[in-house]
């Protein structure tokens, strides 16, 4: 009796280790297919599967699969010749952590606490970005092209009209998504799924807010020297492009590894 219950969190740690290795190597599969729309902020979906190991995992190993994908993503493909920031890795693991602690600790609350804060975050976000591109001036209207400022360079660059156009979209997604989780009503959908899904936005929300806008916009701030509200600014518009594009993927994926992990 003794050794079966010796191996049983053998086991389980194994696979967990598994399971985490796999969540790694699907992140650092996505990590070449990244593109910039917005100056110093690269969109890719690296994340999702970071923050789906931190759902389905626990915030402690979903922390672990965010720090390995940056440290292997940096040995990896980086070629700018940057010294490692282990502060961005910070970010990375902070980016797996959220989700757990918010399907683990916060798993027992109600759907409306959930939408609740969904939609805090959404007008503080916007009610930030506006303040930080007024006060600083970093965005403009000039010569039929949307500038902005690059906290890289301080100069004023043109965004292509297919970035105006995925920032506008992003805009709408987000707001579609907000006002989709709180009002929307579908007949096939039961009221554990909405609250899961509700979960998944605000566990992706945490995660981008916390990890990728506040802890790497300051650490690239920092690193570089560029100014900080310009960099927020930045980092916020990028937000409204991945938060809603990574949680109604994670929304869609959950449930089919949820299922998957429960064979294996």
Do not use: C
């Amino acid at each position: 009796m003794s050794s079966n219950a010796n191996s049983q969190p053998k086991k389980s740690k194994i696979k967990m280790l598994v399971l985490s290795a796999l969540f790694a190597a699907m992140a650092l599969v996505l990590k070449p297919f990244s593109f910039y729309l917005l100056p110093v902020a690269r969109f890719s979906f690296i994340a999702v599967p970071i923050i789906i190991a931190g759902i389905t995992l626990g915030p402690v190993w979903g922390a672990a699969v965010g720090a390995v994908v940056d440290l292997a993503g940096y040995l990896m493909f980086d070629t700018s010749g940057a010294a490692m920031n282990l502060f961005i890795t910070a970010a990375f693991a902070i980016v797996g952590a959220m989700p757990g602690l918010v399907f683990h600790y916060m798993k027992d609350k109600k759907k409306g606490f959930y939408d609740t804060i969904n939609i805090a975050s959404y007008f503080i976000l916007l009610i930030g970005v506006v303040i930080l591109l007024t006060m600083e001036g970093s965005l403009k209207f000039a010569n039929g092209f949307v500038n902005v400022i690059s906290p890289a360079s301080g100069k004023w660059i043109e965004l292509p009209h297919l970035a105006v156009i995925a920032i506008v979209i992003a805009f709408v997604l987000y707001s579609f998504v907000v006002i989709r989780m709180i009002t929307g009503r579908k007949q096939d959908t039961s009221k554990e799924e909405q609250r899961i899904n509700s979960m998944i936005l605000l566990s992706t929300t945490l995660s981008i807010v916390l990890g990728f806008m506040l802890v790497e916009g300051t650490a690239l701030a920092v690193q570089y020297g560029w100014k900080l509200s310009i960099m927020y600014s930045i980092k916020i518009l990028q937000g409204f492009i991945t938060i809603p594009s990574y949680s109604l993927i994670a929304i869609m994926l959950y449930p089919v590894i949820a299922k998957q992990m429960k064979k294996f």
